[in-house]
């Protein structure tokens, strides 16, 4: 299976799928990285794995169609069978997802369907939440609401800063995102009717 990772700034679970795929048993390879922002931090990093960069800036086209038709041509041209969004910060359009429905998903850091958007730790702090985690889910054309694939939970501390609970979320993040994809890659977890649906002796 052949991976492409799309991301906007750090890349971290960019960095966690690449590690994970150089491993000779995971049943996916990254074979290109895809970034929206010139400066992503992330594109380093790839770079410096071996793996193909390329920079799809929106400013460059007319409308989000003409964006979305630049990032396809990259992945058509890399062979790319799935996507993993990492970090990538555009609301993709229904043509978009739809043309790659169970075969495109991405991390939340929160336990959805609570708290999609952006801000979820914060707004964790603020609910007086006692757990919080992250989310791997089929992309759909709704934001952060696909069918969910794995989702890992961590304690809230009272003392907790924002950033002391993102990093807590943060690395579990970096767990369960290639724990999911090579769930998807592998066709231990698909799509079908908008539910996920796990091989045999995963229920
Ligand atoms: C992560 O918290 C991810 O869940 C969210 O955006 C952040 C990206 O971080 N979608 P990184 O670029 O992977 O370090």
Redesign the pocket.
């Known amino acids: 299976n052949r991976v492409g990772v799309l ?10 799928l690449i590690r994970a795929a150089a491993e000779a048993d995971f049943p996916a390879e990254i074979v290109c990285v895809i970034s929206d922002q010139p400066e ?3 594109l380093a990093v790839a770079a410096s794995s071996g793996i193909p960069t390329f920079v799809a800036p929106r400013a460059g086209h007319p409308n989000k169609a003409a964006h979305e038709g630049e990032i396809q041509r990259i992945l058509d041209e890399a062979g790319v069978e799935i996507i993993c ?5 555009r609301i993709l359009s229904a043509d978009f997802t739809n043309r790659w429905v169970g075969r495109l998903i ?4 929160s336990l959805l369907p609570l708290f999609p958007g952006l801000t ?1 730790h914060a707004r964790v702090i603020q609910q007086g939440m006692r757990i919080h985690g ?1 989310t791997v889910h089929f992309v759909t054309a709704e934001m952060d609401a696909g069918p969910i694939i794995a989702q890992a939970a961590v304690p809230v501390l009272p003392t907790d800063t924002e950033g002391e609970l ?1 990093v807590r ?2 690395n579990m ?2 767990k369960i ?1 290639p724990l999911a994809l090579s769930m998807v890659a592998s066709g231990k977890a698909r799509m079908e009717n908008n539910r996920t649906v796990y091989a045999h002796g995963l229920e």
């Open positions: 991301i906007s700034g750090r890349g971290s679970n960019m960095t966690a992503a931090q992330g969004l990492a970090g990538f910060m991405n991390i939340h850091p979820t992250c993102a979320v943060l993040e970096h995102y």
